[in-house]
């Protein structure tokens, strides 16, 4: 199973696969100069609502948790995959 982690200013959230519509949602929020994004939960609720702004620190990573490679545990990171992309910063 697949999860991903958003970390935004040094908070976690706990993502389900897929998750390429919410990148292009905060992409956008962040272009735009700021604005809301609703992230799900996990495992259903109503999920929260972050405020995203150019600047703000935001990491996506990738978790394997449950048959993959090294008893599950392997894991990608997408450091400032957002702030690189967007801006060149």
């Known amino acids: 199973m697949i999860v991903h982690r958003l970390t935004v200013d040094g908070r976690d959230y706990f993502l389900p696969d897929p998750v390429t519509e919410?990148?292009?949602k905060v992409l956008a929020a962040i272009q735009a100069g700021g604005g809301y994004v609703n992230?799900?939960?996990?495992?259903?609720?109503?999920?929260?609502?972050i405020l995203f702004s150019p600047?703000?620190?935001v990491v996506w990573s990738t978790i394997d948790v449950g048959g993959g490679e090294n008893n599950g545990?392997?894991?990608t990171t997408e450091k400032?995959?957002?702030?690189?992309d967007a801006f060149g910063l």
Not at 80 to 84: M, N
């Open 22 to 24: 919410l990148r292009n």
């Open 55 to 57: 600047g703000m620190p």
């Open 73 to 75: 545990e392997s894991m």
């Open 80 to 84: 400032g995959a957002l702030e690189d």
């Open 39 to 49: 992230i799900p939960p996990l495992r259903g609720g109503p999920g929260i609502d």
